[in-house]
């Protein structure tokens, strides 16, 4: 994890909050251990946007 840019208090990490469908959840799952990763990575980036302030590059690594 980088450090926050001078002048600015570094955010405390949360839970992502993110709501993803159920509707989602099946249709990745149901693609097996591609769509398990899909999934996988759809929350990483929720998670990443959830605190930006806390990466360098928080659009470039949730992209």
Do not use: K, T, W
Request: aromatic share 4%.
């Amino acid at each position: 994890m980088s450090s926050p840019p001078l002048g600015s208090e570094q955010a405390e990490l949360a839970p992502a909050v993110c709501v993803v469908r159920s509707e989602l959840v099946s249709a990745l799952q149901a693609q097996g251990a591609h769509g398990q990763r899909s999934l996988s990575l759809l929350l990483d980036a929720a998670q990443i946007m959830n605190a930006p302030v806390i990466f360098q590059a928080p659009y470039e690594v949730a992209q």
